[in-house]
């Protein structure tokens, strides 16, 4: 188009296809395969990230109930140090890169081209393109634990760390490729997550249908905007420090080699100039979650719609300044400490306000509790004490007393699983019945949530304790009469329920898929576009683009005495 | 455009959401999907290069053995100052190249395209041949010190970028020249021009970087 616009088109009436389709909706296996590697349909897509994403998360659950028996006992024999120390690395790489990312990305491929009143996103062979690289990077990633010995017989799966920090990586301590599978495994992810979040941009800017400005998009949709946008500029800085590691370990470069005048601590700043946006990638998608399903069962819309929308984009601007405060320790100067320190502060008002406006959501409203509200009241308890741990670890004397101990595990996993999992959660209960026409059983749902809500308590909150007595992270066991057994043990206890909520989880998504209620379009009695269309929506979305004229088209719908538009 | 595709089963329902047709506002305008992708790439991009500019400025003059920048490129004598002409020139004769494409012109389009690509090609050429001299004749290597490490890093990052787009650049000539270019095409062809006044940018810096402010250390 010249003129470098897009007019959408009024009336796009389709005829229905010739009958001989209706025959292949239900083919055999292969014709299945066949058509999940074919596709190139967003919500195909998304569903296949999103179960992709859960396999990898029962892989790296059993790691970590595994490491958790380890640690059950003191100076315990149950793993091998080595074979902990593989543990720990994988699990925290597949839970960042191969699940949360993941669920991330399905959530936002299935919601987003529905929620904009859309057919499919922009690019959907570079959709497809972004899926397949992320799941054979995982594959591959998994792969050294068959693969990896190399040369030297001397390792199998990565064993650095998450974060792989340097020296540990260089040639000298970490012989055979082992570290080279993660290296490899997450520049492939990394290039795919950017492919896919150019994707979101583009479709979001680009395919709304008539009506829906920015202001009027849901905040779901804003979410993934701005992690997407968080993903195209923090994402690369990860792959450059991944080729410059590549570099120093086969062509002999000298950028992490302290003899040579290299900087062990420049990967660091490099890993978490990546690492630390990416939490607010994973996480805003979640926040996404909950400001779609907080008003749904409040029975209010959004309270503070535009303060939110500031809010998130803050959040993004700020997040991208406060990665050192992971570094306090490697001895930075007062000024970088306290500039650290002070950004990451600050970064909690943005965050506070968001909760703040859930809570003026649910004031007053006629709250109904069913199970994707019950995750949402979870996640506003725990994402407030993960953020108020947070701002303990943002000052920096009292980080030097608690940096690498237990707390700094409790408190990420009160933000990764309670907030992001459970904000997922609320998610996966919410649309679960558009995407597969049928409702969650609502008794496994409440299974699942009181096993996973208890298990997730007795599992993270003992961990602030341990590391309060000094228990540091990583290691693969104790001596006995520290004080740190009874925090463990608990701990350890706690993991087994969780493992039984998301057993629970499984089981009702199979059941409900088969014996399932009909759900009906839209059993919430919910507001935005994506209930308008049928459960599960057809391949092209909408008969009829939709045209829109307040946030809540379906409200004006449904109620055209009193509609949205006149008072926004 | 994709959101045309059309499949399955019509089991979709019509819904209206005109409440008020009197209300109807303009014609529905969106930006154009190319053109912010594009924007996007070359953001994502930039991210990539920041890191690698900011490694190379973090290890100027950090270098514990020999050869410095100082001795292998020093300031006017070693400058390759044809090459970056080249390079900046192609910028503009491919501006040259659009104006012909707008105006329909297909052979004076081909003309100033492939001078654009003759001198991204030289630029190429040159990047081999001091590599070639760097290499064998001064002993600087990616692994012999930092220098050599950022200095390959950085630059063979940007040479890449170059050969990406030169390759663009010889798709659209020969589809051209098979005259497979119509003039809704015309798009495609800005965005590749996009993406090489980026290259041009990136040069920019890594010039001023490496062949001005590095030689003092």
Not at chain 2, 193 to 209: A, E, N, P, R
Request: one cysteine or more; a neutral charge; aromatic letters at 18%.
């Amino acid at each position: 188009m010249p003129n470098g616009t897009t007019i959408v088109e009024e009336e796009k009436e389709f005829e229905p296809p010739p009958p001989e389709r209706v025959g292949e909706e239900h083919g055999s296996m292969t014709r299945l395969v066949q058509e999940l590697v074919y596709t190139v349909d967003h919500k195909k897509l998304g569903l296949m990230y999103i179960g992709s994403g859960l396999l990898f998360f029962v892989v790296a659950g059993i790691m970590a109930t595994l490491m958790r028996i380890q640690l059950y006992f003191p100076s315990s024999k149950f793993l091998e140090p080595d074979v902990f120390n593989r543990f720990f690395t994988m699990h925290g790489t597949a839970m960042i890169f191969l699940v949360a990312m993941p669920w991330v990305f399905g959530l936002g491929n299935y919601l987003v081209p529905l929620m904009i009143g859309t057919r499919d996103m922009s690019f959907p062979r570079l959709n497809a393109f972004g899926f397949w690289v992320f799941l054979f990077s995982g594959l591959f990633i998994f792969a050294s634990y068959f693969t990896a010995p190399g040369l030297y017989n001397a390792g199998s799966a990565p064993n650095v760390g998450w974060f792989a920090y340097s020296s540990l990586t260089s040639k000298a301590f970490s012989k055979g490729h082992s570290t080279d599978y993660w290296t490899l495994g997450l520049l492939f992810n990394g290039i795919g997550s950017i492919a896919t979040s150019i994707n979101f941009i583009v479709t979001i800017f680009c395919l709304r249908c008539k009506g829906m400005t920015l202001g009027k998009m849901p905040l779901f949709v804003w979410m993934i905007l701005v992690t997407a946008f968080l993903v195209v500029i923090a994402m690369p800085p990860l792959s450059a420090a991944q080729i410059m590691l590549t570099l120093d370990r086969y062509l002999g470069a000298k950028f992490f080699d302290t003899q040579a005048g290299g900087s062990a601590v420049l990967w660091q700043h490099f890993f978490w100039i990546f690492g630390h946006p990416e939490v607010y990638i994973l996480v805003l998608p979640a926040f996404g979650a909950v400001s779609e399903v907080i008003p749904v069962f409040s029975r209010k819309p959004i309270f503070g719609y535009p303060v939110m929308v500031a809010a998130t984009v803050s959040i993004a601007f700020i997040s991208l300044s406060v990665w050192a405060h992971h570094m306090f320790t490697v001895g930075m100067t007062t000024a970088e400490n306290i500039f650290f320190a002070i950004s990451t502060m600050i970064i909690a008002v943005p965050t506070g306000i968001k909760i703040f406006n859930w809570l003026g959501t649910m004031y007053g409203g006629k709250i109904r509790m069913d199970v994707p509200m019950l995750f949402c009241i979870a996640f506003l308890f725990q994402f407030l004490i993960a953020g108020l741990t947070g701002v303990m670890l943002a000052v920096a004397p009292f980080d030097w007393q608690l940096s690498d101990s237990y707390f700094v595990v409790a408190h990420f996993h009160y933000v990764i699983v309670g907030g992001i999992v459970f904000g997922l959660f609320a998610g996966y209960y919410y649309w679960y019945p558009k995407a597969f026409g049928k409702m969650l059983n609502d008794k496994l749902g409440h299974w699942h949530f009181w096993l996973f809500t208890i298990g997730f308590h007795l599992t993270f909150d003992p961990q602030h304790f341990a590391g309060f007595l000094g228990m540091p992270r990583r290691i693969f066991t104790y001596e006995a009469g520290r004080g740190w057994e009874i925090w463990n043990q608990i701990s350890t206890i706690g993991v087994f329920l969780q493992g039984a909520g998301i057993l629970f989880f499984v089981v009702n998504l199979i059941h409900s898929y088969i014996k399932g209620k009909e759900a009906g379009d839209d059993p919430w009695d919910a507001w935005t576009l994506e209930w308008a269309t049928t459960s599960p929506p057809p391949e092209y979305n909408f008969d009829k683009i939709p045209e829109v004229r307040s946030r809540r088209p379906l409200w004006d719908l449904k109620h055209p005495e009193d509609p949205d538009w006149k008072f926004e | 455009m994709s959101a045309e595709k059309i499949g399955g089963l019509h089991v979709g329902k019509p819904h209206s959401f005109v409440n008020d047709p009197s209300e109807e506002a303009g014609p529905w305008v969106l930006p154009s999907q190319r053109k912010v992708g594009m924007i996007c790439l070359i953001l994502t991009e930039t991210a990539l290069f920041s890191i690698f500019v900011v490694a190379f400025i973090f290890y100027m003059g950090k270098s514990l053995n020999p050869p410095f920048p100082r001795d292998v490129i020093p300031f006017p004598s070693k400058t390759p100052w044809l090459a970056s002409f080249a390079l900046f020139a192609s910028s503009f004769t491919i501006i040259y190249a659009e104006k012909m494409m707008h105006k329909l012109d297909r052979k004076n389009f081909l003309i100033w395209w492939g001078v654009t690509m003759a001198l991204g090609a030289y630029f190429v050429f040159f990047s081999f041949s001091e590599w070639m001299e760097l290499i064998y004749h001064e002993g600087l290597t990616i692994s012999v010190n930092v220098f050599g490490s950022t200095f390959y890093s950085l630059v063979g990052l940007h040479l890449s970028h170059v050969i990406v787009g030169l390759i663009l650049l010889s798709i659209i000539f020969v589809l051209t020249l098979l005259g497979k270019i119509p003039e809704d095409h015309i798009e495609h062809t800005e965005m590749i021009s996009w993406y090489w006044h980026f290259v041009d940018c990136v040069w920019v810096v890594v010039l001023t970087l490496v062949y001005f402010i590095s030689p003092r250390f």
